[in-house]
């Protein structure tokens, strides 16, 4: 099992950056495909990034391409998520998870992909 916790969110100017982290438990973080997703008042969970177990791969979604960056650092047991550019859309509770199952021709992007969830941290850009 893994335990995540996020950590990095706060108020930030439309136009400015973020790093997001979440530190993950256990031995095992090099098995874990690592994902994160926000999820904004009145909508549904939305998919932001992945990254593969080595950190070779990465997958991004189309609203935060070439701003966004997903990073890992197995031997911290930390993923990161580097967020510039940022944009009053980009408001959110971001949320990362980590998925046990490989996947031979894609990186996860659905929520009931990933197993385990951190608790969250809320990320406000202002106008």
């Known amino acids: 099992q893994v335990q995540l916790v996020e950590s990095g969110g706060g108020l930030v100017q439309a136009g400015g950056s973020l790093r997001l982290s979440c530190a993950a438990s256990?031995?095992?973080?090099?098995?874990?495909?690592m994902g994160w997703f926000r999820q904004a008042p009145g909508k549904e969970r939305e998919f932001v990034g992945a990254?593969?177990?080595?950190?070779?791969?990465?997958y991004y979604a189309d609203s935060v391409k070439d701003r966004f960056t997903i990073s890992r650092d197995n031997a911290k047991n930390t993923v990161y998520l580097q967020m510039n550019s940022l944009k009053p859309e980009d408001t959110a509770v971001y949320y990362c998870?980590?998925?046990?199952?490989?996947?031979?021709?894609?990186?996860?992007?659905?929520?009931?992909?990933?197993?385990?969830w951190g608790q969250g941290t809320q990320v406000t850009v202002s106008s």
């Open positions: 998870a980590a998925s046990s199952t490989y996947l031979i021709t894609r990186l996860q992007s659905r929520p009931n992909e990933y197993d385990y």
């Open positions: 256990g031995r095992t973080f090099s098995t874990y495909t």
């Open positions: 990254i593969s177990r080595t950190g070779g791969g990465t």
